[in-house]
C-alpha cells in the first residue's frame, strides 16, 4: 500500500473559504512535501518541510506535520477558483531517497 | 531554464510496438526520476538516477521496461514490446537533492491499444 493517504479524496468549497486537506503515512520520514497537479499536467512542488519542523508557511499555504502522529496537514486559506486541482503529499522515507506519493485529494474552489 | 521537458507529450501505439519517451532535466540536478501515474495505482515510482547511474529499478513492472541516462541531460524509458496495461501518463522529475523538492515534466500519455 502506499505510505501517504490523503484525507478527503475529494473536497469541494466555495471561494474564500479555506480548504484542509490531511495526510498520513506509515513510516518515519526525513521530510514531507506537498505537491499540486491541474488536470492533464505535471505536479507542481508547492512545500518541504523536513522532520524536526513543525509548521511551515508560504503564502496563503500553511503546512504542518506531526511526526508522532505520522501525520500532516495543508491549509489553503482565502481559496480562488484557480486552486482547482489535485494536491498530493509525498514522503522521503529514513534511508531512501525517492518520493513515495499519496493517493491525492480532489479540491473544487467554486467561483 | 525551460525546466523538465519530456516528448513526445501524447504517443498512440499498437501492443507489441516499442515505445521510447525521452526526457531532459534541468541542467545541474543530480537526481532524475521516471513515474508512471494512473487511476487505479496512483503515482507509482518505476526507477532513478543519481549523477546518470541508476540507483534503485525496483519499480520498474518487468523485464520489458528498461531505462537510460546516457549522460547529465538526457534520459530515456523505453518498453519493448508494449501492452495495453502499459497505458498511463509518464512523468520523469528531477531534483537538486534529497533534501529538496521535484521539478516534474508535463507527462507522456502513452495509450496502447
Known amino acids: 500500500s502506499q505510505q501517504g493517504e490523503e484525507d478527503p479524496q475529494a473536497l469541494s468549497i466555495q471561494e474564500g473559504e479555506n480548504a484542509t486537506m490531511n495526510c498520513s503515512y506509515k513510516?518515519?520520514?526525513?521530510?514531507l512535501q506537498w505537491y499540486r497537479q491541474n488536470s492533464g499536467r505535471g505536479l507542481v512542488h508547492l512545500i518541504l518541510?523536513?522532520?524536526?519542523?513543525r509548521e511551515k508557511h508560504s503564502g496563503r499555504l500553511r503546512v504542518t506535520l506531526d511526526t508522532s502522529k505520522k501525520s500532516s496537514s495543508l491549509l489553503i486559506t482565502a481559496s480562488r477558483a484557480a486552486d482547482t486541482a489535485s494536491y498530493f503529499c509525498?514522503?522521503?522515507?529514513?534511508?531512501?531517497?525517492?518520493?513515495?506519493f499519496g493517493s491525492g485529494t480532489r479540491l473544487q474552489v467554486q467561483p | 531554464d525551460a525546466g523538465v521537458i519530456q516528448s513526445p507529450r501524447h504517443e498512440v501505439t499498437e501492443m507489441g510496438q516499442e515505445v521510447t519517451l525521452r526526457c531532459k532535466p534541468i541542467?545541474?540536478?543530480?537526481?532524475l526520476f521516471w513515474y508512471r501515474q494512473t487511476m487505479m495505482r496512483g503515482l507509482e515510482l518505476l526507477i532513478y538516477?543519481?549523477?546518470?547511474?541508476?540507483?534503485?529499478d525496483s519499480g520498474m513492472p518487468e523485464d520489458r521496461f528498461s531505462a537510460k541516462m546516457p549522460n547529465a541531460s538526457f534520459s530515456t524509458l523505453k518498453i519493448q514490446p508494449s501492452e495495453p496495461r502499459d497505458s498511463a501518463v509518464y512523468f520523469c522529475?528531477?531534483?537538486?537533492?534529497?533534501?529538496?523538492?521535484?521539478?516534474f515534466g508535463s507527462g507522456t500519455r502513452l495509450t496502447v491499444v
Open positions: 522529475a528531477s531534483s537538486a537533492g534529497t533534501a529538496y523538492g521535484y521539478t
Open positions: 513510516t518515519s520520514i526525513n521530510n
Open positions: 518541510i523536513r522532520s524536526n519542523e
Open positions: 509525498a514522503t522521503r522515507q529514513e534511508g531512501r531517497r525517492a518520493l513515495t
Open positions: 541542467s545541474g540536478h543530480d537526481y
Open positions: 538516477f543519481n549523477n546518470n547511474v541508476p540507483i534503485d
